[in-house]
């Protein structure tokens, strides 16, 4: 395949295989999220993935570098293939040398500074001296704009500086490709665009690249190929502006459009995953959940969502997912009210049950305050009996005699 740069030169550091994927398949339990993977990318190439939660995207880069063990195929990075369920604790060691992996959650070490989170691959994964690594890791460090802030600690920087630092180290081991999950989606709008402007000069220095992102028109400005995901499939591929502007496939036309769809308001949304229930609580409290503002966070608590307006930043609705009692708990769902009536409570639990499925969930459960709405999206009500104690409600004598909550489920 002939690749050709956006000013139209042929890129002479391209035209060599660097990654082949071959009929990859991941289960969760019963639950098939990759259904026969063939993908091939080129050294250079930036190749951003898109489709809706729980379509497989991030499972797709896990299983690339063994973090979640593929149960079919074959994967090539470079020169190292491995084979699934064949392979040897030192190959997939080889091949997890070959990428690198930027989570949307940073994954820095919260007790070192800057200059050592990113010294400490070079130091413990490839044996660095002190010396060599805190220069190497200056050197990265200065590419993303960081340099001043050395000695920092994680918690002392903002959403974006965080991932620039996590790019950073990620860069500093120098792989053969980089492997981005949706590294904005835990960012507040403020930061998005500090670290899409890093990932576009990667781009321009023509690392080879993976993303997986929700952010359309920053794929159509660096990628050099989309790949659409749906049903653990890939259904459309092509280069980023045929595929964005002009799919062939239906399916493919329907998420960009839905993708694209404003509110009935006209102000469009975004929703992110992150750890900050506190900083919603007096959301939930407004919108009349049972909450106070010294409330810890949930018992199991695995990931919150802010859904935001895409506009302003603000935040306008959210909810949590969590997993106590052997069960996985939708624990809090709320919309503003003026934002209310607008199908946006509908999108945010969607999101949700997709990301419970990530997480294989076989069910949900939830205390719904109004159980209609749930009801239509298919949760039913059990009987008190059968109830586990996910909350008061089952030791409370107006359950089901005064109170119009109930504990709900959903099987997935």
Request: hydrophobic share 40%.
């Amino acid at each position: 395949m002939k690749n050709v740069s956006q000013s139209g030169i042929i890129d002479r550091q391209r035209g060599r295989q660097m990654i082949k994927i071959q009929n990859l398949h991941k289960h969760f339990g019963s639950l098939e999220v990759l259904k026969g993977i063939d993908l091939e990318i080129e050294k250079g190439e930036v190749v951003a993935v898109i489709g809706s939660s729980g379509t497989g995207k991030s499972t797709l880069l896990r299983c690339m570098n063994y973090l979640e063990t593929p149960d079919e195929g074959r994967i090539t990075i470079g020169e190292i293939t491995v084979t699934a369920g064949k392979a040897s604790k030192k190959e997939i060691h080889e091949l997890r040398k070959h990428s690198a992996m930027i989570f949307q959650n940073f994954n820095l070490f919260s007790n070192k500074d800057v200059l050592h989170n990113v010294m400490e691959p070079l130091i413990s994964a490839k044996k660095m001296k002190k010396d060599e690594a805190e220069r190497i890791a200056v050197q990265y460090l200065e590419k993303v704009g960081m340099a001043k802030k050395l000695t920092q600690y994680p918690v002392t920087l903002s959403g974006g500086q965080q991932q620039r630092v996590a790019i950073a180290r990620s860069m500093a081991t120098e792989p053969n490709v980089l492997l981005f999950d949706e590294p904005t989606s835990a960012l507040d709008p403020e930061w998005v665009q500090e670290v899409l402007e890093v990932i576009r000069k990667l781009a321009r220095a023509h690392f080879t690249m993976i993303i997986v992102t929700h952010e359309m028109q920053f794929a159509k400005e660096v990628a050099d190929r989309v790949i659409f995901m749906d049903g653990g499939r890939i259904v459309e591929e092509g280069p980023a502006k045929e595929v964005l502007e002009n799919p062939k496939e239906e399916r493919t036309r329907e998420f960009l459009k839905i993708s694209g769809r404003k509110s009935a308001d006209g102000e469009s949304v975004v929703i992110k995953k992150s750890r900050n229930f506190k900083d919603m609580l007096p959301m939930f409290i407004e919108a009349g959940l049972e909450f106070k503002p010294d409330d810890p966070d949930p018992e199991g608590l695995l990931v919150c969502f802010e859904m935001l307006d895409k506009e302003s930043g603000r935040r306008i609705g959210g909810g949590s997912l969590a997993k106590a009692y052997g069960e996985f708990l939708i624990r809090s769902v709320a919309v503003e009210e003026a934002y209310q009536g607008k199908g946006l409570g509908k999108k945010l639990l969607e999101y949700m049950i997709g990301e419970a499925k990530e997480w294989d969930a076989k069910r949900l459960l939830l205390t719904a305050k109004v159980p209609g709405f749930y009801k239509k999206l298919g949760f039913e009500v059990i009987p008190r009996e059968d109830a586990p104690p996910i909350s008061d409600c089952t030791s409370c004598p107006r359950f089901h005699n005064g109170c119009d909550s109930e504990i709900m489920r959903l099987e997935l």
